[in-house]
């Protein structure tokens, strides 16, 4: 179940493309107003 | 926080006006993208409370850490793989080494106040160092100032930098490229993808 889930196209699509957000949110650095982590 | 969005339609625009599928994107292989998620969780423990009482050497070890597993992900996934693909990474890292070189020369991005003012922002976006603790106001004579977050983009309500804008096109570039895979036998051998097993072949 879980294989199947993984193997999934979707899934696959939405980990590479979620890879490359998360790079941007390292890499790159604009400022925004917007939402934030509060802790 | 909508550009990231935006350069992922953008790319999958580009991808379809080239003849890709999105479809395709599904069996693009990013190698070892723990780096990449841990750098990320790296950058958002400073926005940790007790972050605050961190020495400001501590910070900048934590920002330079995540900027060079970032480096480090981007060298990982360009070879082997088909040229656009290969180069819109490339222009990726481009705009990583400039963004790299203005935060590691301030110890934060700096971040003009006025192109803030400009962009409807309030001086609030940026304290306690802005979204993921990584930006310090722009101050006369920081150094290599014009790469900071220095572009106001109304629109969006935000300010961006040169660098920001680099990797926007190379998300583009390899967004597009991966949509578009391998077209020859000899290309894929040389693809963003992993080699898929002929038909009838169980592994």
């Known amino acids: 179940m879980i294989r199947k889930l993984v193997s999934s196209r979707v899934v696959r699509t939405v980990a590479a493309l979620a890879t490359l957000a998360a790079l941007w949110l390292v890499a790159a650095a604009p400022i925004y107003q917007g939402p934030r982590i509060h802790w | ?203």
Not at chain 2, 1 to 26: D, H, K, Q, Y
């Open chain 2, 1 to 203: 926080v909508l550009i990231f969005p935006l350069s992922m339609f953008l790319g999958i625009l580009a991808g379809v006006a080239a003849g890709g599928r999105p479809g395709a994107l599904a069996r693009l292989r990013l190698r070892q993208p723990g780096i990449v998620l841990g750098a990320l969780a790296l950058q958002a423990l400073l926005t940790l409370p007790v972050a605050a009482s961190m020495p400001a050497a501590g910070r900048m070890a934590c920002i330079a850490a995540s900027y060079a597993a970032a480096g480090a992900w981007l060298l990982l996934n360009v070879p082997r793989r088909s040229r656009p693909f290969a180069g819109g990474l490339a222009v990726t890292g481009i705009g990583w080494v400039l963004n790299m070189c203005v935060v590691v020369a301030n110890a934060g991005m700096p971040v003009s106040l006025s192109a803030m003012a400009r962009a409807g922002l309030s001086t609030a976006a940026i304290s306690g160092g802005g979204p993921l603790g990584k930006h310090v106001p722009l101050v006369g004579g920081a150094a290599l100032g014009f790469l900071g977050d220095t572009i106001p983009v109304p629109t969006l309500a935000s300010v961006v930098s040169i660098g920001d804008l680099v990797m926007v096109v190379g998300i583009v570039v390899a967004i597009a490229a991966a949509m578009c895979g391998p077209r020859s036998t000899s290309e894929r051998r040389n693809a963003a993808f992993e080699p898929t097993a002929p038909a009838g072949v169980t592994s």
